[in-house]
């Protein structure tokens, strides 16, 4: 056995150093927040943090991570109340399947521990690698800015309003056009519409 300290917790696991951290996590732990999606370290599904840096838990052999900190998607938080990254996606409704959010989110937060007020570009480098296949990186990136700053970016326009508390349930409320209107941009809204 080997130990792996786990949202703040020692786990003692099965020492086969092959086995893959994200293995451990979902087969053996029960953390099944990590998603495994390509299983070769180019999706970011799987994102947790080890000793609080970004990484991607199918490509990380759990001899890396023996004695040394783990923390995913189910150690944020406190108590049931979420964390602030996780409060902006879900106020941005930064997803649509949802299978890539929490890597995103940890990416996120790996991101905002390291730079708490990050540029543009390191925004789009900080998720680098994470894909979401549904397409919904505008609002994650409003999210982002969101957790950075507390609230919605100057020049943003939230996507839904302070006081809802459902989001994806307030169907008069959703989006007149796709999905990217997350910008006051009055040529694009004229465009879809046609
Ligand atoms: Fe780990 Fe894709 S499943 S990066």
């Given at each position: 056995?080997?130990?792996?300290?786990?949202?703040?917790?020692?786990?003692?696991?099965?020492?086969?150093?092959?086995?893959?951290?994200?293995?451990?996590?979902?087969?053996?732990?029960?953390?099944?927040?990590?998603?495994?999606?390509?299983?070769?370290?180019?999706?970011?599904?799987?994102?947790?943090?080890?000793?609080g840096?970004?990484?991607?838990?199918?490509?990380?052999?759990?001899?890396?991570?023996?004695?040394?900190?783990?923390?995913?998607?189910?150690?944020?938080?406190?108590?049931?109340?979420?964390d602030a990254v996780?409060?902006a996606?879900?106020?941005?409704?930064?997803?649509?399947?949802?299978?890539?959010?929490?890597?995103?989110?940890?990416a996120v937060s790996a991101l905002l521990a390291g730079t708490a007020s990050p540029t543009e570009d390191e925004i789009?480098?900080g998720?680098?690698?994470?894909?979401?296949?549904?397409?919904?990186?505008?609002?994650?990136?409003?999210?982002v800015r969101r957790a950075a700053s507390g609230g919605?970016r100057?020049?943003?326009?939230?996507?839904?309003?302070?006081?809802?508390?459902?989001?994806?349930?307030?169907?008069?409320?959703?989006?007149?056009?796709?999905?990217?209107?997350?910008?006051?941009?009055?040529?694009?809204?004229?465009?879809?519409?046609?």
């Amino acid at each position: 056995m080997t130990t792996v300290v786990v949202n703040g917790d020692a786990r003692e696991v099965v020492d086969e150093p092959v086995r893959s951290l994200l293995h451990v996590l979902r087969e053996e732990l029960g953390l099944t927040g990590a998603k495994y999606g390509c299983g070769e370290g180019a999706c970011g599904a799987c994102t947790v943090l080890v000793d609080g840096v970004a990484a991607k838990a199918c490509v990380t052999p759990l001899a890396d991570v023996s004695g040394r900190a783990v923390t995913t998607i189910e150690g944020l938080g406190n108590g049931g109340t979420l964390d602030a990254v996780q409060a902006a996606f879900l106020t941005e409704r930064a997803f649509q399947c949802g299978y890539c959010t929490p890597g995103m989110v940890m990416a996120v937060s790996a991101l905002l521990a390291g730079t708490a007020s990050p540029t543009e570009d390191e925004i789009e480098s900080g998720l680098d690698g994470n894909i979401c296949r549904c397409g919904t990186n505008a609002r994650i990136l409003n999210a982002v800015r969101r957790a950075a700053s507390g609230g919605p970016r100057a020049g943003f326009v939230a996507t839904a309003p302070p006081d809802r508390d459902t989001p994806g349930m307030q169907l008069g409320q959703a989006a007149a056009a796709p999905w990217d209107l997350t910008r006051d941009d009055e040529a694009l809204v004229d465009r879809l519409g046609d």
